[in-house]
């Protein structure tokens, strides 16, 4: 069941909740712009003050016909005290006036059965004796637990289809409730009633789930494979909303994609705020929830919810999200945003059944798997990179690495401007230099040497150029982030837009080079 209204933020739903080991039973989510609420149904009171609701200390005695004249339901594997569900009529019980259904039953003789199973309080008044001494309050939760219905009246007359195991304890005339042979219907005097009280049905609030409890985005989605159309949002300090199961496919991804619009909206307003206290060089570009597959891992679904953060030349990964200036010195790790490649992973590079997946292989050629819940998300986060690659080498222009050619120290310089300029390191002469649209072809060994093909101006012959570096992946990484930052440079559609420099546009990118890779080579082929 669904209700729009005219605000795309706005979304409301009646759904089934799992949460913990109870029954599953209805909720109705509310998300609006900057909130997500989970209400459950309950009869509270909305006028009137319920004197009874206090605990109250009530001695009764045991009956040779009719016991207690008690019936008592629930117990703590209910999630609720025990209670009492039915009253008799003529009974000890009701003429105290003291009792009413409702009270949960909290101390007998003396003895807190609060979190008691429904047998052993069973058992507790079985031992009682004659004269049981009984502390009681009237719960919030009893009514919607006794399924009692509501009466124009304001006064209620309990159902005997109401939930949890009910005992009359009907061995040796111990009776807690009436006598079996008493057909007497329940007076309505056992509901409790004062002048002015009213009682309604109504949603009441059971968590609420804001998207901003710190500066940072603090939620995640995760779709639970071992439930079909079931999703929960977790909050980064614990607070949890319980499996949401939706009838649907369709609606259940409709709720994610709604949720994560609404997310991504605070994410930018957030990004906003935090980069005012960072200078321009080290502005947030880019941050969220993902899930990153355990390195080792032999089974499906093995993954550890991270936080991912672009900011300036660098990719954090936080275990939390990091709320100070301090926690950005206290990432699990970083990487440089140029010496990491980003790849959208396609179906057949999936490595399990998760969906909208994508790898970073790092400077060390170490390569982590990331997953989100949505097709839009992925995209997100393939714009951030790109953002955050193309800012990163337009501010630096130039790279400089240390290689080996021939047995010497050289230098090898990837310029912005000029393209790829090799020097002696000791004399720092120039031996040779290419522009980007020189370069054919690239091979390297997977260990430490590239093979360069540049096709000479003058005589359109290739020439090939070896080196030899002690951070390979990082050189072969940083060569295609500048050729992507040049490619992305020279497109209109980038280039045209004013908000090429703002941290918010992810920009517009066109493929720059064909990669073919396996584990120990990387072959790029540009068409400049």
Same mark, same amino acid.
């Given at each position: 069941?669904?209700?729009?209204?005219?605000?795309?933020?706005?979304?409301?739903?009646?759904?089934?909740?799992?949460?913990?080991?109870?029954?599953?039973?209805?909720?109705?989510?509310?998300?609006?712009?900057?909130?997500?609420?989970?209400?459950?149904?309950?009869?509270?009171?909305?006028?009137?003050?319920?004197?009874?609701?206090?605990?109250?200390?009530?001695?009764?005695?045991?009956?040779?016909?009719?016991?207690?004249?008690?019936?008592?339901?629930?117990?703590?594997?209910?999630?609720?005290?025990?209670?009492?569900?039915?009253?008799?009529?003529?009974?000890?019980?009701?003429?105290?006036?003291?009792?009413?259904?409702?009270?949960?039953?909290?101390?007998?003789?003396?003895?807190?059965?609060?979190?008691?199973?429904?047998?052993?309080?069973?058992?507790?008044?079985?031992?009682?004796?004659?004269?049981?001494?009984?502390?009681?309050?009237?719960?919030?939760?009893?009514?919607?637990?006794?399924?009692?219905?509501?009466?124009?009246?304001?006064?209620?007359?309990?159902?005997?289809?109401?939930?949890?195991?009910?005992?009359?304890?009907?061995?040796?005339?111990?009776?807690?409730?009436?006598?079996?042979?008493?057909?007497?219907?329940?007076?309505?005097?056992?509901?409790?009633?004062?002048?002015?009280?009213?009682?309604?049905?109504?949603?009441?609030?059971?968590?609420?789930?804001?998207?901003?409890?710190?500066?940072?985005?603090?939620?995640?989605?995760?779709?639970?494979?071992?439930?079909?159309?079931?999703?929960?949002?977790?909050?980064?300090?614990?607070?949890?909303?319980?499996?949401?199961?939706?009838?649907?496919?369709?609606?259940?991804?409709?709720?994610?994609?709604?949720?994560?619009?609404?997310?991504?909206?605070?994410?930018?307003?957030?990004?906003?705020?935090?980069?005012?206290?960072?200078?321009?060089?080290?502005?947030?570009?880019?941050?969220?929830?993902?899930?990153?597959?355990?390195?080792?891992?032999?089974?499906?679904?093995?993954?550890?919810?991270?936080?991912?953060?672009?900011?300036?030349?660098?990719?954090?990964?936080?275990?939390?999200?990091?709320?100070?200036?301090?926690?950005?010195?206290?990432?699990?790790?970083?990487?440089?945003?140029?010496?990491?490649?980003?790849?959208? $992973? +396609?179906? %057949?590079?999936?490595?399990?059944?998760? #969906?909208?997946? /994508?790898?970073? @292989?790092?400077?060390?050629?170490?390569?982590?798997?990331?997953?989100?819940?949505?097709?839009?998300?992925?995209?997100?986060?393939?714009?951030?990179?790109?953002?955050?690659?193309?800012?990163?080498?337009?501010?630096?222009?130039?790279?400089?690495?240390?290689?080996?050619?021939?047995?010497?120290?050289?230098?090898?310089?990837?310029?912005?401007?000029?393209?790829?300029?090799?020097?002696?390191?000791?004399?720092?002469?120039?031996?040779?230099?290419?522009?980007?649209?020189? $370069? +054919?072809? %690239?091979?390297?060994?997977?260990?430490? #040497?590239?093979? /360069?093909?540049? @096709?000479?101006?003058?005589?359109?012959?290739?020439?090939?150029?070896?080196?030899?570096?002690?951070?390979?992946?990082?050189?072969?990484?940083?060569?295609?982030?500048?050729?992507?930052?040049?490619?992305?440079?020279?497109?209109?559609?980038?280039?045209?837009?004013?908000?090429?420099?703002?941290?918010?546009?992810?920009?517009?990118?066109?493929?720059?080079?064909?990669?073919?890779?396996?584990?120990?080579?990387?072959?790029?082929?540009?068409?400049?």
């Amino acid at each position: 069941m669904d209700f729009r209204t005219s605000s795309e933020e706005t979304k409301t739903g009646i759904y089934l909740l799992q949460d913990g080991n109870q029954e599953p039973f209805n909720v109705r989510l509310h998300l609006a712009k900057d909130i997500l609420t989970i209400q459950e149904q309950d009869v509270i009171c909305v006028s009137g003050e319920p004197f009874y609701s206090s605990e109250r200390t009530v001695t009764i005695r045991r009956q040779t016909i009719g016991g207690f004249g008690l019936s008592i339901k629930g117990g703590a594997e209910h999630n609720i005290p025990v209670v009492i569900s039915k009253i008799s009529k003529e009974q000890k019980a009701e003429l105290s006036g003291l009792l009413f259904i409702g009270d949960g039953i909290l101390q007998i003789n003396g003895i807190n059965v609060r979190n008691y199973r429904h047998e052993e309080v069973v058992q507790v008044l079985r031992n009682a004796g004659e004269e049981v001494t009984l502390t009681v309050s009237f719960l919030k939760k009893t009514p919607a637990f006794l399924k009692l219905p509501l009466c124009e009246d304001c006064t209620c007359v309990p159902s005997d289809q109401s939930s949890g195991t009910s005992s009359p304890l009907c061995d040796s005339g111990l009776h807690l409730n009436y006598h079996p042979n008493n057909t007497d219907t329940l007076s309505c005097s056992s509901w409790p009633t004062s002048p002015g009280l009213r009682w309604e049905k109504r949603w009441v609030d059971l968590r609420l789930i804001p998207p901003n409890l710190s500066t940072n985005l603090i939620k995640y989605l995760t779709t639970f494979f071992t439930m079909q159309n079931a999703f929960q949002v977790i909050a980064v300090d614990g607070v949890c909303s319980g499996v949401i199961q939706c009838l649907t496919s369709e609606d259940c991804l409709d709720w994610l994609q709604a949720i994560a619009a609404n997310i991504s909206n605070l994410t930018k307003h957030n990004i906003k705020k935090i980069n005012r206290n960072f200078p321009v060089n080290q502005q947030i570009i880019y941050m969220g929830w993902v899930d990153e597959r355990e390195q080792d891992s032999l089974q499906d679904r093995m993954y550890t919810p991270k936080f991912l953060a672009l900011r300036g030349s660098s990719l954090f990964k936080f275990s939390a999200p990091p709320v100070t200036t301090w926690d950005w010195t206290r990432a699990e790790k970083s990487f440089t945003v140029y010496e990491i490649m980003c790849k959208i $992973l +396609k179906d %057949s590079d999936l490595l399990d059944q998760r #969906k909208n997946c /994508f790898s970073l @292989q790092t400077e060390s050629g170490e390569d982590m798997f990331f997953s989100v819940e949505l097709e839009c998300e992925l995209t997100l986060w393939e714009k951030a990179f790109q953002t955050a690659t193309f800012l990163e080498v337009e501010r630096i222009q130039c790279k400089t690495y240390a290689c080996i050619m021939e047995s010497h120290l050289m230098g090898l310089t990837i310029d912005f401007s000029m393209g790829f300029i090799c020097f002696d390191a000791a004399s720092k002469a120039v031996l040779w230099r290419y522009k980007f649209s020189q $370069l +054919k072809g %690239s091979s390297d060994d997977g260990k430490s #040497k590239i093979k /360069f093909l540049f @096709q000479n101006q003058d005589t359109k012959l290739i020439e090939a150029k070896e080196l030899e570096f002690s951070n390979l992946f990082a050189v072969l990484h940083c060569i295609h982030s500048f050729f992507a930052a040049k490619v992305a440079c020279l497109d209109p559609l980038y280039v045209g837009s004013q908000a090429r420099r703002n941290q918010d546009h992810c920009g517009q990118f066109r493929s720059v080079a064909q990669i073919m890779t396996n584990r120990s080579t990387f072959w790029y082929v540009y068409s400049m």
